[in-house]
């Protein structure tokens, strides 16, 4: 077996245990909230390209919402019965340069061992002011305490690196990317339910850094100009989540 094949091989049995995780109770509430989240995302973008990294469940209906026509999966797992659906690396994506509208990269920075190079390679396919969606766990919460813990188990999502926002938007900068929107959820504990609701509502009025989960979407600049950084204080509730914030909101952390 070639160090590619290999490569693949052990992505494959990751996504495979992150496809099963979405179906636990944890996951499957994650689950629902990154759908919804993501579905407005998608709802004013345009083009003919779009392809997620990663899957977000058994099946794409949370793409639905999006005008843009032909939508592509790219996955480390073998699912050669299912259509749309190509098996490749996230960090050598087969795709020509300059041509992708939009992308979106489901959790795979927090399970890449080269996060940096996967935005690299969304940075080559995107055309300009083409969007990229970046779906992540947050290291500075109560998942991002729940990780130190379980990590040495080996079971996901407890395995993955985890990419704070900072860091993220770090890396975007570079690569001349800004940031549009963003989005958070998720303050209780792992371990609960339904439980704990008075702790969600007030995680996301009040402290919206320490969300479990984020979810950004940038644009790939034509010029290189660094953009300025949102403030988390910035963030708006609006019904049950936080928006981001408008174009005078913005400043440096």
């Known amino acids: 077996m070639s160090e590619t094949d290999s490569r693949l091989h052990r992505n494959g049995r990751a996504s495979q245990a992150i496809v099963d995780?979405?179906?636990s109770q944890s996951g499957s509430r994650i689950l629902g909230y990154e759908r919804e989240a993501l579905s407005e995302m998608l709802t004013d973008l345009f083009g003919y390209q779009l392809?997620?990294?990663?899957?977000?469940?058994?099946d794409t209906q949370h793409l639905a919402s999006c005008p843009i026509r032909y939508k592509t999966v790219i996955s480390h797992r073998d699912?050669?019965?299912?259509?749309?659906?190509?098996?490749?690396?996230?960090a050598q994506l087969p795709i020509a340069t300059d041509c992708?509208?939009?992308?979106?990269?489901?959790?795979?920075?927090?399970?890449s061992r080269d996060p940096h190079q996967v935005l690299r390679e969304a940075e080559?396919?995107?055309i300009p002011e083409g969007r990229l969606i970046v779906i992540a766990f947050n290291p500075f919460?109560?998942?991002?305490?729940?990780?130190v813990f379980g990590r040495r188990q080996g079971n996901i999502p407890w395995s993955g690196h985890f990419v704070s926002y900072p860091r993220l938007n770090d890396w975007l900068s570079l690569l001349g990317f800004g940031i549009e929107r963003m989005d958070v959820m998720e303050f209780?504990?792992?371990?609960?339910?339904?439980?704990?609701?008075a702790i969600e509502r007030l995680g996301r009025r009040f402290w919206p850094m320490f969300a479990g989960v984020y979810i950004v979407r940038a644009v790939k600049r034509v010029s290189r100009v660094t953009p300025l950084r949102p403030r988390w204080s910035s963030l708006r509730v609006?019904?049950?989540?936080?928006?981001?914030?408008s174009v005078r909101e913005v400043g440096d952390v």
């Open 51 to 58: 392809v997620q990294v990663g899957e977000l469940g058994a």
């Open 100 to 111: 992708i509208d939009a992308m979106v990269l489901v959790h795979t920075l927090d399970f």
């Open 79 to 90: 699912t050669s019965d299912v259509q749309g659906v190509i098996v490749a690396a996230a």
């Open 21 to 23: 995780w979405y179906a």
């Open 141 to 147: 919460s109560l998942w991002g305490l729940w990780r």
């Open 188 to 197: 209780r504990p792992p371990t609960c339910g339904a439980q704990l609701d």
């Open 238 to 245: 609006l019904g049950s989540r936080a928006i981001e914030p």
């Open 124 to 126: 080559r396919v995107l």
